[in-house]
């Protein structure tokens, strides 16, 4: 295949899903408008979701989710040992996703909750890095196609991929959304990687931090900044914490 | 003749999630037919516990990557009702326009990507890219509008960002509006296209009797709140759903079951058609007979033709909604909430069926129990027992494994379980 001159062969996929809501698979069904094209340069080897045929001859695999069971983890080791390159796909993958939220809870306790004398096997959450080496993070709740898009486009042409350094503050300068704190509420914007595009505020939500924490964050003015507004230490945890992609804030 | 049959399916493709398929037929003979769920247990209802009110919808949504609009209604609606919030009207239209947009992206996704390679014999949609690219740019065009619609309405179609307690956060721009209005009518043409192509599928001629429960509309095609209906005659109030789901825990399982009036029921476009058919828009109910959809239709492939119903239903609804919000563009679409404690149920249906919600709050605002019920959950049981009944009719000389396996999966699909969101 080739584009504007450029050699290149069609890159030999898998999409494997683990603890989650199998929602950035569906990303990868999304944005229509350019879909056939997306799909064209993509070799689909095996994705269950979508299809029926599953092949284990894949260079790229792609996965969703976190790692809460057994089965999970031999899963994980079986696909690390037969791809060329492990992705980890969304927050779930990258940093546990809110699956994680589960492990502040006693799990026997919560197993009895659910499914009351019939316990059902689970582990502590954990992400994908946390049980195999992980070539590629691209993080999000859901990911942003858009991103996966680009990044396709530089794995295809060879070219190293950088994410964005800046915080999703920026992104909302660019779109014109007013400041969240403006409207009263909370947001992780000032401390979150950008690369999104802000749907979140542009919406009228604050950054929940789905995507972890941007390279040149300032912590220590973000702090002051929530405590003068007036959140409490309860509310910046919660939202600290949703994802697991920042440390736990005592 | 000796009939001996063997299937077994591990990790059923094209659907939503993991689940096993096992039949084993001896000299004609059903031995074992099951449908397990085998999916990871998330623990939605023990995160929950803690959480603030503003904060359910927003993690309750990630249960489900298909249906997190769905979810993050059915959780607004409980905490609203705990705290005794009403939203304003051009919030009840901006939430169902939302909805809307879900159903169609989602039973678009089914019937292209997920069931209709089977009745093309086809493993999956994508050689049709090279074989049949106007078919992709249908699906392309359908499902993209869908996936607008929540844009537009609810912030972002997964994990929607706009819809909050107490209302929506933001009416959309007029223009972003109208450019929906233009799209959807165009797309009726693109919907008639794909019926043309549906009505070359052969579906399966095959009843097993079954209940159907589903939100009961009074005078709209119900899709947000309201009361509790079956095909059985039992009728209850929203609160109520525990005495229409009644769960309980299976063995091998990480879904539950449900029962009601027979040892299983049903629920989705089917359960909805079943019960509401007669509130149905004039194109979608010709559609229906056109395509010989009769309520009560005990045909579970059927679902495939009642999900197309409700996207016909769905558009020109979407239109009128579209209509009422520009004619009062100004109108408010947030009230403020005070928290107290209380408890409240949502009852919402999602695509694929009556999804519930259940949440009791303290004084401050925070969750103290949660309860979810969703609907794969409630035909999971449906499901189980389908398959004997479809084995047995199968099990006849001539049939080769492979295609009882493509039947029985076929089965499943028609569904279009949500196998992750059954087990949350």
Redesign the interface.
Known sequence: MSYLGIEFSELRIAVF???????????L??K??T??DF??VLK?IN????????GSDYDIALIEGAI??SD?VERIRTIRARAKVLVALGSCACFG???K??NA?DLAE??R??????P?E?LPVRPIRDLVTVDLEIPG??VSKAEVEHIVQHVILGIPYQFPVYPVCLECKQRYTVCRFEHGQICLGPITRGGCDA??P????GC?GCRGPAADANFEEFFSLVKARGFSDR?VS?RMN?FGAFEVRK | MKIDLNVDVHHLTRVEGHGNIRIVIKDGEVKEARWDVVETPRFFEVMLKGKHYSTAGILTARICGICSIGHCLASLRATEDAMGVIIPEAAARLRLLAKHGETLQSHWLHLFFLAAPDFLGLPSALPLLETNPEVVHLAQQLKGLGNRICDVAAGRATHPVSLQVGGVARMPARERLLALRDDLQRSLEYIGKTADLLRTFRIPVFERETEFVALKGETEYPWIGGRLVSTDGVERAENAYREMTNEYVVKDNTTKWCRLSRPSFAVGALARYNNNHRLLHPDAARAAADFGLVSVCHNPFMNNVAQLVECIHVTHDSIRLIDELVADEKAPTMVDVTPRAGEGVGAVEVPRGILYHHYEYDENGYVVRANCVIPTTQNNANIHLDLPALAKQFAVEGMTDEQLTLLCSMLVRSYDPCISCSVH
């Open positions: 899903d683990f603890t989650g809501c199998e929602g950035c698979e569906l990303q069904a999304n229509e408008d879909l056939a799909l064209r689909i994705f269950r979701e979508v299809s029926s045929v599953g809460s069971r999970e996703g809110v699956n939220l589960k809870y919560a197993n909750e659910v499914y009351g004398d019939d059902k689970t709740c859901p749907p979140c542009a919406g009228g939500l929940w509310e919660e949703f």
